[in-house]
């Protein structure tokens, strides 16, 4: 890896599909409820349809408001990795890290999330990283090998565990 820091940020992504989403089913159903029998529909305010897609949209909103508010995002650098958002940073040197392990992790069905564990030596549990979570989740994953070198651990992809 060359002497650089490279800044991957949290993806956002999902969060403008939702909203965009929500808005135009809520936009969809006041159209449809406005042209067929308005007076078969509970009032405005008494709505559950309503009530339940407008809130759906406002929490996405508020989420989508809060993440840009915390611009949470990694930098890797030669020497070490920091995890940055608005309420904190946290740096962990190459000197602290037990084991870098690469690979896919496994949820619940059939889905396969690669994700990236840091081990450190001075902590039970591992730092764990979605790749997907951030932009150019692919070059984060390259970057992340190279930078861990002699530490890195791959997982292969039939070795992973199962949950019962």
């Given at each position: 890896?060359?002497?650089?820091?490279?800044?991957?940020?949290?993806?956002?992504?999902?969060?403008?599909?939702?909203?965009?989403?929500?808005?135009?089913?809520?936009?969809?159903?006041?159209?449809i409820r406005?042209i067929?029998?308005?007076h078969?529909?509970?009032?405005?305010?008494?709505?559950?349809?309503?009530?339940?897609?407008?809130?759906?949209t406002?929490?996405?909103v508020?989420?989508?408001?809060?993440?840009l508010?915390?611009?949470?995002?990694?930098?890797?650098?030669?020497?070490?990795l920091?995890?940055?958002?608005?309420?904190?940073?946290?740096?962990?040197?190459?000197?602290?890290?037990?084991y870098?392990?690469l690979?896919?992790?496994?949820?619940?069905?059939?889905?396969?999330?690669r994700?990236?564990k840091?081990?450190?030596?001075?902590?039970?549990?591992?730092?764990?990283?979605?790749?997907?979570?951030?932009?150019?989740?692919?070059?984060?994953?390259?970057?992340?090998?190279?930078?861990?070198?002699?530490?890195?651990?791959?997982?292969?992809?039939?070795?992973?565990?199962?949950?019962?």
């Amino acid at each position: 890896m060359d002497e650089e820091k490279r800044t991957y940020r949290a993806r956002l992504d999902f969060l403008y599909q939702s909203i965009a989403l929500y808005a135009t089913t809520l936009v969809i159903y006041l159209v449809i409820r406005s042209i067929v029998a308005w007076h078969a529909f509970p009032t405005l305010w008494e709505d559950p349809l309503l009530l339940l897609l407008s809130a759906i949209t406002l929490i996405s909103v508020f989420a989508l408001l809060y993440n840009l508010f915390m611009r949470r995002q990694i930098e890797v650098t030669p020497d070490a990795l920091r995890f940055i958002s608005r309420a904190r940073e946290r740096t962990i040197s190459r000197e602290e890290i037990a084991y870098v392990q690469l690979g896919p992790s496994r949820s619940r069905g059939r889905t396969r999330i690669r994700s990236v564990k840091i081990g450190l030596k001075k902590q039970r549990r591992p730092v764990r990283i979605r790749l997907s979570n951030f932009e150019h989740g692919r070059k984060l994953y390259a970057d992340l090998r190279d930078w861990a070198g002699p530490l890195a651990r791959l997982t292969p992809a039939g070795d992973a565990r199962r949950t019962p």
